[in-house]
């Protein structure tokens, strides 16, 4: 256990670790509440995909500029506006939801705040890690960390939103959730980094975005990551937004049920990122990226297809673990081989890709349930989710010699296994 906790060992970690433990939580709590708010207002499949778009979407857009900047500016002050912004507009959430006067319109432009500021604060907290953690040994262990804490959010935040959206309304939710962005930016105050050494003056913007496309593309391990996070991420989105359909009119429940199958994906998540926690090397991660993605579609597919509420509720676990460990996992190969000066815009594509392909998958399966329905809308994208793992699966092989040939170039391994 100490093994799975070594990227604690640095201060300014651990103090960003309690920051971001209170943080997203009131974060999963204002995206479920907002869920199902929208639906409790219009009961349309399409609006509910269209605030989950609307929330990510941005990052589509925004996420590889975000990365250039995360490369020029401060990082932590950078990561304390964004906080501060959030902190707003989730307080204004709350107040037109207490005022009794909030609407579609308004819980969809401020998922769309939302979804702008995430675009920003996403790349740049992933490349401020390695800032925080002084160490390129402790890294992947923190990105482990990091999404285990995310994922225990995942798993308590929807369920306790639940409750609290059933016992006190939605506008507590929001409440929650502004008061907790205080607690990331003290966070964010108490660390102390070392200065960034001095970079050479910054090309144009456009140059530099180029830069960071060039890299990720011209590596084929890279590319072909990049490749198929792109089909994890957009035939596993759509569980999230539809998921208040599923609970209300396919197993006839009520919040509760809604808070808890959201629950069972993020307890999944949970068990995920412990197990990458507990790895001791980034060798290996190939397998456990093909592995994962395989069991996400399987997941996906198994809880779309299953008649009863148990057995479609065993699915959502395995979802939630494929779809988290080949995300982290690809996340940390991909930091752990990107040069300092290109950090943020190496993981800005991956995060681009990574949350922002959600906002097409999630606005195509809210129009293709209102045709086809939310249960065989998903089975689908299971099956085309298992369809790009297999691909993977397939090549992987010339994958395994293209990172082994980088690993060595960088002092990683000496030798091909044998």
């Known amino acids: 256990m100490k093994h799975a906790l070594r990227a604690l060992r640095s201060r300014n970690f651990r103090v960003f670790y309690a920051g ?29 995909g269209l605030v989950a778009a609307v929330q990510q979407l941005p990052m589509l857009v925004l996420g590889p500029l975000a990365g250039v900047w995360g490369d020029r500016a401060d990082r932590r002050r950078l990561l304390i506006a964004t906080q501060l912004l959030a902190l707003l507009q989730a307080a204004a959430l709350a107040g037109l939801t207490f005022a009794g006067i909030v609407t579609p319109t308004h819980v969809v432009l401020a998922s769309l705040a939302l979804g702008v500021i995430n675009a920003v604060e996403t790349p740049t907290r992933q490349a401020f890690l390695l800032e925080m953690v002084e160490s390129k040994e402790d890294l992947p262990n923190a990105i482990a960390l990091q999404s285990t804490m995310f994922n225990s959010a995942r798993l308590v935040g929807p369920t306790l939103a639940g409750f609290i959206v059933a016992g006190f309304g939605e506008a507590w939710c929001f409440t929650l959730n502004a008061a907790s962005y205080f607690g990331i930016v003290a966070a964010y105050l108490a660390v102390q980094v070392k200065a960034r050494a001095a970079r050479r003056p910054p090309a144009h913007l456009l140059t530099e975005l180029a830069a960071g496309f060039r890299w990720v593309f011209g590596l084929m391990p890279a590319r072909r990551l990049i490749y198929l996070i792109a089909g994890v991420s957009f035939f596993s989105a759509p569980w999230q937004p539809l998921m208040p359909i599923v609970a209300a009119e396919r197993f006839g429940g009520g919040s509760g049920t809604f808070g808890l199958l959201i629950g069972a994906v993020g307890g999944g998540a949970l068990c995920g990122t412990l197990f990458l926690a507990l790895r001791s090397s980034i060798l290996g991660l190939g397998r456990v990226i093909a592995g994962a993605s395989l069991a996400a579609g399987i997941g996906l597919t198994v809880f779309a297809a299953a008649p009863w509420l148990p057995l479609a509720a065993a699915g959502l676990p395995v979802l939630g673990f494929g779809v988290i460990v080949a995300g982290a996992s690809t996340n940390t190969i991909l930091q752990t081989i990107a040069a300092e000066d290109l950090r943020a815009r190496v993981i800005s594509i991956y995060v681009t890709v990574f949350l922002g392909m959600g906002p097409i998958a999630n606005f195509i399966a809210g129009a293709v349930a209102e045709w086809l329905g939310a249960r065989w809308t998903l089975f689908i994208y299971g099956l085309a989710l298992t369809a790009c793992a297999a691909l993977f699966v397939r090549s992987y092989a010339s994958w395994r010699d293209g990172i082994r040939q980088v690993y060595r170039e960088l002092g990683m391994l000496s030798e091909a296994p044998g």
Do not use: N, P
């Not at 997203?24 to 609006?47: D, E, I």
């Open 20 to 48: 971001i433990a209170v943080s997203v939580f009131g974060t999963w709590m204002q995206t479920v509440a907002a869920s199902w708010l929208v639906y409790r207002l219009t009961g349309s499949a399409f609006l509910l």
